[in-house]
T-cell receptor
């Protein structure tokens, strides 16, 4: 079974540009989560999508946004990039049902975003 | 609010030593508890989990028991190997359907031959 896949592996941008990160969940998983792992800040929850809808959002500004497609893959978009956006962005997926939440999330290897 | 506190690292051990990484949490109700491991240059891998009090999660020789009375989920392994060198994260998902993982800051483990 293929795991969570993320692309690109590395992304280099300059301040003010826009970045798009992509994630394909494990087959059969309908929920996708995005986390930011920045140096010194640990792992921070960004966004949760399930069945195409945004279900929860962490404490990040609106320039962090995303979407989930009908095939459950997801994009994370970061506009007006700032130096402090440099981080490893991790995507995770899980299989939830209405009566069976809190399931383990399975992570991809991440996209390392570097802002110059 | 919900939070996870785990012991500061780094931790350096010799091969075959006993490992304990302490983790305590703050959350209302009964969160689900997890340990994740991150090897150099990789994403997170689920190591083990426990979803209710007194549950013991185990995998690859690692164990952790969900202790509601002490709000703890300490990770243990009886005999570590060089290949166990990694960063270990304790995490919870709060009860109630928010589905967001709340992580501790991570503990870096180095095992020397």
């Amino acid at each position: 079974e293929a795991g969570v896949t993320q692309s690109p592996t590395h992304l280099i941008k300059t301040r003010g540009q826009q970045a798009t990160l992509r994630c394909s969940p494990i087959s059969g998983h309908t929920s996708v989560y995005w986390y930011q792992q920045a140096l010194g800040l640990g792992l921070q929850f960004l966004l949760w999508y399930d069945e195409g809808e945004e279900r929860n959002r962490g404490n990040f500004p609106p320039r962090f946004s995303g979407r989930q497609f009908p095939n459950y893959s997801s994009e994370l978009n970061v506009n007006a990039l700032e130096l402090e956006d440099s981080a490893l962005y991790l995507c995770a997926s899980s299989s939830l049902t209405a009566s069976y939440s809190n399931q383990p999330q399975h992570f991809g290897d991440g996209t390392r975003l570097s802002i110059l | 609010g919900n939070s996870v506190t785990q012991m500061e690292g780094p931790v350096t051990l010799s091969e075959e030593a006993f490992l304990t990484i302490n983790c305590t949490y703050t959350a209302t109700g009964y969160p689900s508890l997890f340990w994740y491991v991150q090897y150099p240059g990789e994403g997170l891998q689920l190591l083990l989990k426990a979803t209710k009090a007194d549950d013991k999660g185990s995998n690859k020789g690692f164990e952790a028991t969900y202790r509601k009375e002490t709000t703890s989920f300490h990770l243990e392994k009886g005999s570590v190997q060089v290949s166990d060198s990694a960063v270990y994260f304790c995490a919870l998902i709060p009860q109630g359907g928010s589905e967001k993982l709340v992580f501790g800051k991570g503990t870096k483990l180095t095992v020397n031959p």
